[in-house]
């Protein structure tokens, strides 16, 4: 029974049946990302039937939703040389070259991203049940960076439009999706969901903010994964999760006090890839016309070393 | 006959016989990228036939070969949580959640990326005859900024392995590759290249610098495209080009008191998509060893709104 | 009188009778710093009678009041080394010294601060009649960046508190301070204000965001010296001018669809030393105790090579 | 006698003689400044005769001495906006009004610098015997971060100009001043060094390294005080200690294998206030002509919240 005052005992309770600590050695540190080998990358390039693509990211700038909360500002793009400058000001190159240069400041967790394994702890366990102070440090996460998750992040995408099966377009704030909604929105999309898939979720939260302002889209309430979907993350296999909203999770939690319980099991103990902020609308469009809801998906991280997150572009082939 | 001493008349020259000004309308913002399309997106998708993956980026970090030249640092990253806080520092959150964020402050430059079509200019002019000054100001790329690159750049990658062919392995410093230097690569390789391949051009610099220190690899001497590629560059209609050099053409330069001239041609004028800085090494092994030279490359930037260029992490599936 | 609808031509007409373009040569990068004279700063030094020192400087730090606006960021202060890596990390050093290092990423506008002559352009001239555009570029302030009031900002500073004077401890939100209130003000405290003075103007809105939350602080409405007051600013030959404000003119503006049009006057035109953010408090406390509004003020900008502002943490010595 | 295989020995040793732990109470946030008093500041202030001021700090830009070693770049400043944008670009305000923003990315021990307490430790331990992990955390210095420093920071300044009285205006690299060589040039000077002064040691290796060049001016061989005059730093009672170095002490170190053992000492143990790169030459050059190495010294740290360091901009007057 769902009892909202004890998140702590329903994690212990969830951690108990899904952990995958030791499930591909002492040493991995791919977690749930081994789930993707060559035959799913096969299947996933074999997927590809149009030749049509689209970029799950949201734009990387000054106007996305984030207002500071733990240093999370948006990206600052600053220009250290222009067209103005090559055409106005004094000339720094010969024969008639000119050119622009830039920068970014950004958190790694500002706008479409995923989250590394090292990004959330449980009673100071990271994944695989190491010491998180011993794997991240303030130089960053020494055992299970982001760059590991450089090359293998390929394969088939399958899309689970929520949002339109289950939503009339839209989710609600607040509304928590359960594994049910999950399993009738794959029927209704005719498609399976099975191991080493990359799911994508879609809530309309996105679409919805985008209509109507940021409000509170980076921490605020939102539809999401109930807590209780960590089994279904756990028995179907699946390499990653990512949805259109700010946390992957419903916001607020099912829990009194409590602050995004689904990823203490999700990260640490499922080595769950997890993404966050994905822009699905166009390739839900896209899905919703053809039918066809699974799709080769190339979401690979910028290989910061021992980050704890990456900004991503994830692309989608049909 | 090639003058040393004039690269501005070398430069007009080429531009006179290679410009793609208008060839897509006075409205494009995609340049060479146009030859993507999707018959080439499934002949890329078709050559994956093992599975695997191999991620093209060099790593994002403080031990990159930067050395500040025109505020071009390595990438800072830097931690806004960790693990030792965690375990050890005050609790933020309840129900033994903890976590950890972080950041990153980098020139779009700075290691392996993709230039933008506002990142070089020819006498005050942009890629399609744009006036610099009207196309890159403070506020960035307002014309041809790299999110327009946010989906389509996806194909059929082709390694030419230079270093190899033409090389023992790496071609020294200052080695201009030519026309015929490609082409005899190409045929060695069994490839064809043609219209929206990404051709991908490994020198063997990076092999060298890796293993002997990273010295003036920004910017020093390097082998890299002749200038007088530019007539391939333009004939074969790639849609992209991309090396393992700081900049894609040789240094020094092949004029007196010159600065990357074949940029010059190649950027504003024939739209080019240039990549540099990549990592071709583990698929240069791989593709010396099967003899497939072709394979799908996904290599879809970051979108930063209005930036000339962008860190990008190229996946090759073969 | 005064016309609304015709900022424009307000600012032309107080131009016609302000500018102190030309008046220290056609070189100056000073401005109305040149009013500090080394007899000012004896004066200054001679105010010095009890030896407590007073901070101006609000806090550098993420709770400020910066919600983005043209990439107006509040800081981000990020540690580079920590207590927590030097006690439970791997040891970097020997013999057991151990050490913490940190970075900031800041507009230089953010908090308290002096705004530099080539801050604010008046038609796309800059202080003295210069080019905007060839003062200002991508490389900074080429002529007169902060750098240059590096040494010569410490004299005579006579703090005006408006707030309690005319206020009740704090002016409303849209008052406009007269020259009439500044002289009653003065009047009031017996202080005289002359040439090479560093003038402080506390309005009070500081202490009342203090207490009730930033709110729009940076930026929205906010009581500040009326657009008339242009003339005192010239005819008293004050050195600069300070308020506990954003910006520190009164906002609203007095005009329809204007923005900050006595900046406009007073920055490039008379040349004068502004600063806004500051915290007054403190000072004001102590000269309403002790009767003595005058004091010793050092505030010298970060020499930040062809910058535009300098945060400050400004000392009044009494 | 000196044992250069023991660093570990000499400084617990000279921590067992010098400490000033439990010396201003077990709450205690400020060291050494707790010396500058009231009539400490009055006396500063009855030095200025002249009403000359002296920057004592470095530019910030790019152009700094940092190689990137523990991610120490210099400074990158970015315009936000430019005179170019105003002149040439799309109007962004009305009335002809036109600015230029910019901002700062800057470790903050990349140039002119206090080091704040937080900054060195001693086997775990920060000043007044603090655990160095419940001090300075991810989230910066909870206790003695800069901030307190804000307002006191101001008194009598002395000039030793080791360089010249010891030297012959420069000290070689690796030159040990010692108490002697300090007691020596004060003689020279005619000028006595007591409790609360804030003492400036000039070895001339910032004129040296401006003539020739940076070389290895940040980490490098360095004249510099020797670890033997900690006792003398204690003794005196002195408020503060800067010097025209990388870091304060010499270099390399007089132990093998050691680092900094004198910071060991004097940051957590005595409490000392260390200022490092500052620029003493004009300074130092108006002393040699009057005679008189005494001042007024402000040097009011930024307030950047929990920093363990922070940028100044020392201002001397006489």
């Known amino acids: ?42 299947q996933g390039a074999a997927l590809v039937r149009d030749g049509v693509t689209f970029s799950l990211s949201q734009r990387f700038d000054a106007n996305g939703p984030q207002k500071g909360w733990r240093n999370r500002n948006n990206p600052v793009h600053a220009m250290l040389g222009t067209g103005l400058d090559a055409v106005h000001g004094p000339a720094h190159f010969p024969h008639g070259i000119g050119g622009a240069d830039d920068m970014i400041i950004m958190p790694l967790q500002c706008s479409t991203q995923w989250d590394g394994l090292g990004h959330i702890f449980d009673h100071g366990k990271a994944w695989n049940g190491r010491p998180a102070d011993k794997v991240v440090t303030t130089d960053g996460d020494q055992v299970t960076g982001i760059e590991h998750l450089a090359a293998p ?75 209780y979907t960590a089994g279904w993350l756990h028995r179907t296999e699946i390499a990653s999760i990512a949805t259109d909203t700010w946390g992957f999770e419903v916001r607020p939690n099912e829990f009194d006090d409590a602050f995004q319980p689904l990823h203490q099991v999700a990260i640490p103990h499922i080595g769950l890839l997890v993404g966050e902020m994905w822009d699905l609308d166009a390739l839900a469009e896209h899905c919703a016309g ?3 809801y699974d799709f080769l998906l190339v979401a690979a991280p910028l290989p910061i070393t021992g980050a704890v997150g990456s900004p991503v572009n994830p692309i989608a082939i049909k």
Chains 1, 2, 3, 4 share one sequence.
């Open 153 to 227: 992040v390929a394969g088939r995408g399958v899309l689970l439009d929520v949002g339109r099966v289950i939503g009339d377009g839209e989710l609600p704030d607040g509304f928590a999706i359960t594994e049910e909604h999950l399993t009738e929105t794959a029927r209704a999309h005719g498609v399976e969901v099975g191991r080493g898939d990359m799911v994508c979720v879609r809530t309309g939260q996105l679409t919805r903010v985008r209509r109507e302002g940021w409000g509170d889209y980076a921490g605020g309430p939102a539809p999401g994964l109930s807590f």
């Open 290 to 292: 053809d039918g066809r």
């Open 1 to 42: 029974m769902h009892d909202r005052t004890n998140p702590e005992g329903a994690i212990a309770e969830a951690v108990a049946k899904y952990s995958n600590w030791g499930r591909w050695g002492p040493d991995d540190v791919l977690g749930t990302v081994n789930f993707i080998d060559e035959g799913k990358r096969r």
